[in-house]
């Protein structure tokens, strides 16, 4: 496990599973974690405004560089090009046109499938930065739980069919695929793993027949589950402004941040800079406390019901927060906006907002700079 841990240690239990607790006592205001991602992509409809390399939103004023053969990644630099074409794109360019001309309409879908192709060429091209704590290796990636028994049908049933798509991609790039079939010769599946893929592929992963493919495609739909269980999206106010909540324009793999429990009564915040998460203390947080993100929007005007069916329905649990239990606590008004009603942005520490006059421990909106 990752080591450089000044504010968190991770706990367990049978009610939470694994979580995250205050290792002492955290002033609101304090940066309490940063993560670089194993992979980052922005999303498919963002690649016209975004760095594919680097996730920089592109000047207006220079010039935007692409790829040779294809028209689905763009970059602020020849040096992001170059960097980018060597690490992956080089590998993905061919599938992905592939997929982006012929059925896979733009949108979450392909955005999943293209973070999962890059999580396999970073894991079997042996990009590991080890030794740097802000990083993860695939390990950790692996590690994430795939609570695949919790998906409905029709979810297992997209989850098959894009692990068969991604397995395409491997049969195409057989020193990938030889690589993978080295990985996984110790692998073995959880007992609820197996058995979702017996549902879904009508059989079970066999050891003793060694049927390579067979383990390659279920480690494929295993990989998807973790993935929609974990995937952290990437937001900014630079696509519509901040009279809308916070834009997705990213989806990226942070496994050394998932163990952030929910709640609607959140005393965790995060911002998304480039290809990083910075988490940061809402309020006060006592030693051996919670430490809670909130996995939705919280400027919303879902009620309560709706709010925990929400949270039932995409995350599998029922929330019994604060806010759920009483409806007492009201975080909203405390770190969304409090400049301008029509304004959506967070709260976030003077220290993490680049324009901001910087004043110690104090907070400004990320938005509107108010
Ligand atoms: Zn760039
Ligand atoms: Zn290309
Ligand atoms: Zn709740
Ligand atoms: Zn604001």
């Known amino acids: 496990m990752n080591t450089f841990e000044q504010f968190l240690?991770?706990?367990?239990?049978?009610?939470?599973?694994?979580?995250?607790?205050?290792?002492?006592?955290?002033?609101?205001?304090?940066?309490?974690?940063?993560?670089?991602?194993?992979?980052?992509?922005?999303?498919?409809?963002?690649?016209?405004?975004?760095?594919?390399?680097?996730?920089?939103?592109?000047?207006?004023?220079?010039?935007?560089?692409?790829?040779?053969?294809?028209?689905?990644?763009?970059?602020?630099?020849?040096?992001?090009?170059?960097?980018?074409?060597?690490?992956?794109?080089?590998?993905?360019?061919?599938?992905?046109?592939?997929?982006?001309?012929?059925?896979t309409p733009l949108g979450y879908t392909l955005d999943y499938q293209w973070l999962l192709i890059r999580t396999l060429i970073r894991y079997l091209t042996n990009d590991e930065e080890k030794g740097n704590y802000l990083s993860s290796t695939f390990k950790d990636v692996n590690l994430m739980c795939s609570n695949c028994e919790c998906f409905d049908s029709e979810k297992l049933l997209e989850f098959r069919n894009i692990a068969l798509s991604i397995k395409t991609f491997l049969d195409a790039n057989t020193e990938l695929k030889e690589k993978l079939k080295i990985h996984l010769m110790f692998y073995q599946f959880k007992k609820e793993e197996s058995a979702t893929i017996e549902k879904v592929f009508g059989k079970a992963y066999n050891e003793e027949a060694n049927e390579t493919d067979f383990k390659i495609l279920s480690f494929l739909f295993i990989l998807i589950c973790k993935e929609e269980c974990n995937s952290f999206g990437l937001y900014s106010f630079k696509l519509e402004g901040n009279k809308s909540?916070?834009?997705?324009?990213?989806?990226?793999?942070?496994p050394l941040s998932v163990f952030f429990n929910h709640s609607c009564y959140p005393n965790v915040g995060y911002v998304t800079r480039n290809k990083s998460i910075i988490f940061y203390a809402l309020m006060d947080i006592n030693?051996?406390?919670?430490?809670?993100?909130?996995?939705?929007?919280?400027?919303?005007?879902?009620?309560?019901?709706?709010?925990?069916?929400?949270?039932?329905?995409?995350?599998?649990?029922?929330?019994?927060?604060?806010?759920?239990?009483?409806?007492?606590?009201?975080?909203?008004?405390?770190?969304?906006?409090?400049?301008?009603?029509?304004?959506?942005?967070?709260?976030?520490?003077?220290?993490?907002?680049?324009?901001?006059?910087?004043?110690?421990?104090?907070?400004?909106?990320?938005a509107c700079l108010n």
């Not at 194993?38 to 207006?60: E, G, M, Q």
């Not at 935007?64 to 360019?93: G, P, R």
């Not at 909540?245 to 793999?253: D, E, N, W, Y």
């Open 287 to 366: 030693e051996g406390e919670m430490a809670c993100i909130s996995y939705v929007g919280i400027k919303d005007s879902l009620s309560k019901q709706e709010r925990k069916e929400n949270l039932k329905k995409n995350f599998f649990f029922n929330c019994e927060c604060k806010k759920c239990s009483n409806e007492g606590g009201n975080m909203v008004e405390k770190i969304t906006c409090h400049f301008d009603n029509a304004c959506f942005g967070w709260m976030v520490p003077t220290k993490l907002v680049k324009d901001a006059k910087f004043n110690e421990n104090e907070f400004v909106c990320e």
């Open 9 to 103: 240690k991770i706990k367990s239990d049978k009610v939470f599973g694994r979580y995250f607790t205050a290792t002492k006592h955290i002033k609101k205001g304090e940066i309490i974690k940063t993560e670089l991602s194993y992979t980052a992509i922005p999303d498919s409809y963002a690649t016209k405004k975004v760095c594919t390399n680097c996730l920089n939103f592109f000047d207006p004023h220079c010039s935007v560089f692409k790829c040779v053969s294809c028209d689905n990644v763009k970059y602020c630099s020849e040096a992001c090009q170059e960097m980018d074409m060597k690490k992956f794109h080089n590998l993905e360019c061919c599938y992905l046109n592939k997929l982006i001309t012929e059925d």
């Open 245 to 254: 909540p916070r834009q997705p324009f990213g989806l990226a793999l942070f």
